[in-house]
T-cell receptor, first 115, second 112 residues
Framework: GAVVSQHPSRVICKSGTSVKIECRSL??????MFWYRQFPKQSLMLMAT?????????EQGVEKDKFLINHASLTLSTLTVTSAHPEDSSFYIC???????????FGPGTRLTVL | KQEVTQIPAALSVPEGENLVLNCSFT??????LQWFRQDPGKGLTSLLL?????REQTSGRLNASLDKSSGRSTLYIAASQPGDSATYLC???????????FGKGTTLSVSS
């Protein structure tokens, strides 16, 4: 089956620093990838849609200058949390869309803790 | 804007019981619906995917039904086991190429 990886799986950083999370589709090409955020005991909230070679589309209320998304290739999308603050601490999950079947495959998630 | 609601939010049952988890969505014009399982602190495991033209899907002890016109889906778990304890998430896709929209989930606890 299709596999999506995320790196790192867990990161702890100091307030004010930037953190980059990578999402890779390992055995298929993904023109479209999605980024979600999940707070404790909450559901997954869509943050943005990432399309290869173009600018990401952000959901209402998500700051595009704070959450930088780059989808530079058909197998890699990155999310950079800039100037991270404790309220950005969350579980970030990416998902890659397999075009032929329109099935979303999810990465294992990245736990971000901002001190 | 599509909204997905799951009832109940939490459920505790003894081992061996059959149970039903409910999912409703406000916009019936969906492309597909998917059920996932999430263990604490972990990612998502896809359980069943139902296309808009389908009425149900089955996998082992799991059966998911879809009534698109009424905006409802149910996940039926037969003969529950302690290993079934997890959060179950329902998600709908409005159109091909768009993102899944998730409900808040039902947290299931099965006691032995």
């Amino acid at each position: 089956g299709a596999v999506v990886s995320q790196h790192p799986s867990r990161v702890i950083c100091k307030s004010g620093t930037s953190v980059k999370i990578e999402c890779r589709s390992l055995d298929f090409q993904a023109t479209t990838m999605f980024w979600y955020r999940q707070f404790p005991k909450q559901s997954l909230m869509l943050m943005a849609t990432s399309n290869e070679g173009s600018k990401a589309t952000y959901e209402q209320g998500v700051e595009k200058d704070k959450f930088l998304i780059n989808h530079a290739s058909l197998t890699l999308s990155t999310l950079t949390v800039t100037s991270a603050h404790p309220e950005d601490s969350s579980f970030y999950i990416c998902s890659a869309l397999a075009g032929a079947s329109d099935t979303q495959y999810f990465g294992p998630g990245t736990r971000l803790t901002v001190l | 804007k599509q909204e997905v609601t799951q009832i109940p939010a939490a459920l505790s049952v003894p081992e061996g019981e059959n149970l039903v988890l409910n999912c409703s969505f406000t916009d019936s014009a969906i492309y597909n619906l998917q059920w996932f399982r999430q263990d604490p602190g972990k990612g998502l495991t896809s359980l069943l995917l139902i296309q808009s033209s389908q009425r149900e899907q089955t996998s082992g002890r799991l059966n998911a039904s879809l009534d698109k016109s009424s905006g409802r889906s149910t996940l039926y778990i037969a003969a529950s086991q302690p290993g079934d304890s997890a959060t179950y998430l329902c998600a709908v896709k409005g159109q091909a190429g768009t993102a899944l929209i998730f409900g808040k989930g039902t947290t299931l606890s099965v006691s032995s």
